[in-house]
């Protein structure tokens, strides 16, 4: 199990156990029902990088525990 | 992270179909039961406590293990190391015993016999194996059938040939059987046939075997049917039954042969003009050095000579040839545009007489081509051995004396001299006696005929002024100004000059008379002195107005101003318009050309003045004279010097 911290610079930071072999779908799920937004609305990346693709895990994006991500919010394109 | 918010997480999961979070709090076990069962397992400190002694004595079992089984590994590993240290040391050494030297004298005595047998048998079976290689040992007879892949003669020369089986498939022609060969014979036999190809016309129309019966385009006959291959049986007794064949082929050959031989005897011997292309050795010429080549050129002839007086018989008729002395001087002068032309000439007379001393048979046919042939050579000028010295003949006289321009001036200046002449002649005596002499002079100049050289005698400057006028003209050292038309003009000036002189002295006369008359009429005795004054004075304007109008028409019709502009350096030399206009020019500007064009300047000056104290048949120098003398000397590569 590991616990990503979740940030998106606004005041907003949310921790979120998980495993590293989690979707990045799902996780949004996650991170949805912990921040109260609309996953479709999540965007989650590294911060300078490009955001992530839903239909990979977090370990292939190098995901281990304690990590930080950026929150972003998904426009849809 | 709580264990709540995990299970809240972990519901959410459950419901998505994921695999849930495990709570910290929750003992391992109960994965695939429901989580309903660890919800009641308080999470308390000391559960807490528990567990996180469970979770260190589990690490250290789990080291423990590892550490058990590296120690094992390493155990095993060196167990094997040493198993196989020993393994290399299994084995008998040099040192150990060996065991059967252990036996006993009697177990030898034993074992003794059965190596006797064993030796012996050995023995028995290699003089089996020897009893029949010499059974089968190899006779003519073996080779009694056997195809010889080559030409029967080509082993009759009687040295050693080894044979080889042809390097064919084992299953190749079976039928057909091994054939023999050697491989040197074989090489040999390729090259000629490469070479035959090489010189084999397409066509020979010689190449008529008469034996064989012919077939149409049998030159193709190899092409479409194959190589027909020489081959040969060997019989029992190593003999061939095709001698025949042996014999056929040679003799056609040599019948071939003589029939050549006799071709060549009929043939005449070959006389062309022309070398064969085989024979001809074209060598580069080379730069001759100027100091071995009279030496050469005398080798030349000397060679040529000794050739042509070492002929006997008949050809030394040629030699007696009395036109050979007339042409000589000729030859001389023409030498160098014929140099080609003479060597072609000698070596075709050579050739022509050595085809003639072949012949032998002296016909009458051939004797008067001989002749003809020899009348067309005798036209070809020959040497005389020994005038090495320069020669200057009429032709080199002539050509140097040949000067065109001057020539073509001359006769002008003839004609218009000639012209003057007939109408001014009664003139004035003076004229008329230069004119008279210029004559002598020009008559001095024409008469080419009777003088044997072409050249004229060089005048002296004793024999008065007109010799030396010609003297200097034709050493240009005086331009031939058109000296009529200057006396033209001179006499004409004169003739104005004296008109005018005339005129006025007429005036005076005319003046004086009036004046005279007037006296003597005594009209101005009545007059008083101012009236008088006043009357001359009327007078005297009167006769000037007349003076000056008839002076006018004078000088309109006859005054032709002879305007010269003559331009003079320091040295008194005459410039013309040019170096005038550049002296004028330094002078104003007070600044002359720098030092190279002054250098060429003054040479050019001295050059100038040596040429016109040249001598004319200076031979030292290309002046005059000597120049075409000198030009051909150079030509020939002759040194020679002109002494007069």
New interface residues.
Partial sequence: ?I?VTVNDRLGTKA?????AS?LVK?FK??VA?KVGREPHEILLKRQGERPFKDQLTLADYGVSNGVQLDLEVDTGD | MDAASIEEINKVRWAMGMKPLPVPGATEAPRGPSPDKDQDVASTLETREAAAYDNFRKLREAEEAKKRREEKAAAVKNARDKAQRFATLEGRGLADLDDEDDLDAKSWLKTQKKRQKKIEATRKLDEEKAAADAAAQHTADDLAGVKVAHDMASFLDGDEQILTLKDTGVLENEEEGDELENLSLREQEKLQERLDLKKKPLYDPNDIDETAEHVILSKYDEEIDGKKRKVFTLEGAGTSTELADILDAPVQRRKRQAADIEVLEDAPPRNSDYLDASEVKVKKPKKKKSKTTRQRRADDEDALFAGDLGTTGDDQEMDVDSGAVIYTKKKKVFDDNLLDDEDLQTSLAMQRKEALKKRKKTRPEDIARQLREEGSQSLEPEFLEGDKGMVIDEISGFVDALNPERLEERKAAKAKAATEMQDESSDDEEMADADTKRESVDRDMTPYADMSTGVEEEKLVGQGMAATLGLLKDRHLIEDTNGSELNEKFRQKQKFLAELHRRMTLFDEEARHQRERDRASGRLDKLSIREREEISRQQNTMREQHQSRVMDQLFREGYRPNVELRYVDDDGRSLDAKEAFKDLSHKFHGKGSGKGKTDKRLKRLAEEKRRMAQSMLDASQNVGMSTAASHQGKKRKEAGVRLA
């Fill in positions: 199990m616990v921790q979120i156990p998980a495993f989690d799902h799920i996650m029902m």
